[in-house]
């Protein structure tokens, strides 16, 4: 069975930073494209980020310079550091695994999810 448990978030202040981390079971994760999206109050779903089995990274526009995704083939492990937090950044942050996990707000039923876990950015 494949599992995606995150953990890291929480409140953090406008201009923050905070750390999320998404660990992996039930399938080969070293081969497998790792994302992260969010979901926002009321708004649909967001691909945020992606990393290819090779750790080349990919960013949405709206996160691009801010934050950075990693992996961790030996603890099958992916990171997503956010750095120069804003409120629109408040949502509930996923981890996903699989290619174009997220296609017209939705997941794809070929990609596997986490339960999320919440990051809000505020004073």
């Known amino acids: 069975e494949v599992q995606l448990v995150e953990s890291g978030g929480g409140l953090v202040q406008p201009g923050g930073s905070t750390r999320l981390s998404c660990v992996g079971s039930?399938?080969?994760?070293?081969?497998?494209?790792m994302n992260w999206a969010r979901q926002a109050p009321g708004k649909g779903l967001e691909w945020v980020s992606g990393?290819?089995?090779?750790?080349?990274?990919y960013y949405s526009d709206s996160v691009k310079g801010r934050f950075t995704i990693s992996r961790d083939n030996a603890k099958n492990t992916v990171y997503l550091q956010m750095n120069a937090l804003k409120a629109e950044d408040t949502a509930v942050y996923y981890c996903?695994?699989?290619?174009?996990?997220?296609?017209?707000?939705?997941?794809?039923?070929?990609?596997?999810w986490g339960q999320g876990t919440q990051v809000t950015v505020s004073s």
């Open positions: 990393i290819l089995n090779d750790s080349e990274p």
């Open positions: 039930g399938f080969t994760f070293s081969t497998s494209a």
């Open positions: 996903a695994a699989g290619l174009l996990p997220v296609v017209s707000g939705r997941r794809t039923p070929s990609s596997h």
